[in-house]
């Protein structure tokens, strides 16, 4: 989708100012139309690599809410990345949220870690995912959250035992912590919040490509 073509979709003025309230200047005293056309004026600002890439992270690694960083990662990747033109409504994304993060918890029932190692116990592969198991329950160990900082001590464990993020989740959801504690799922007006303080409705996204363990 056109960065155009989405800017003239976005549904309210106060979503307009909350997009425009990065990089357009004045825009508290913008009409909606004067609005859209200092969007699109200062496009490459929002379509720059590294603004994208530190919203991004903000987002997903660095909030202090894991309720954000696990809504916006399964909205943003698991669900727009899948659209066909990377969009959906807003009632419809919140449902499709909901669905995936059942996905992960039905799946975490029905596997075990040895499955996830190819069904080989002996393997390396089986002994990285047990180790990063025990490493993950002793992070949840005595409370309901994952800071930032043990969030991306996380992710740079998983990168160095070539553990994918879905894997990451299958083992937290084995632990009765995803996508929150009891498993228990996020609900529409949780989501509805957390999309209110993120560019809104039909945002095309892009993201890293997803990487998965082959046996």
């Known amino acids: 989708m056109l960065f155009d073509d989405t800017v003239a979709k976005i549904r309210t003025l106060s979503d307009m100012r909350r997009i425009a309230g990065a990089h357009v200047v004045d825009h508290r005293q913008l009409s909606d139309e004067e609005l859209k056309s200092g969007i699109i004026r200062v496009k490459p600002q929002y379509l720059h690599r590294e603004t994208v890439q530190t919203a991004l992270e903000a987002l997903l690694i660095r909030d202090v809410s894991k309720d ?10 698991d669900v727009l990345l899948d659209q066909y ?3 959906a409504p807003f009632a419809e994304s919140e449902e499709k949220v909901i669905a995936f993060e059942q996905s992960i918890v039905d799946r975490s029932n029905e596997i075990e870690l040895e499955e996830l ?9 089986f002994r990285d995912l047990s180790m990063y198991h025990f490493v993950l329950s002793v992070a949840w160990e005595h409370h309901d959250s994952v800071s930032p900082d043990e ?11 070539r553990i994918n993020e879905r894997d ?3 083992l937290e959801a084995k632990l009765g912590k995803y996508p929150k504690p009891e498993n228990e ?3 529409r007006s949780e989501i509805a919040d957390i999309k209110e303080e993120t560019p809104g ?15």
Request: aromatic content about 4%; proline content about 6%; glycine content about 6%.
């Open 68 to 77: 954000v960083r696990v809504i916006v990662r399964a909205l943003l990747i």
């Open 151 to 161: 969030a991306n001590l996380l992710r740079r464990l998983r990168d160095q035992l």
């Open 185 to 187: 799922l996020h609900t």
């Open 85 to 87: 033109d990377f969009s």
């Open 201 to 215: 409705g039909r945002t095309p996204v892009s993201g890293p490509p997803r990487r998965r363990y082959r046996c």
């Open 168 to 170: 990451h989740r299958l």
């Open 117 to 125: 190692a190819c069904g080989d116990s002996s393997s390396r592969r």
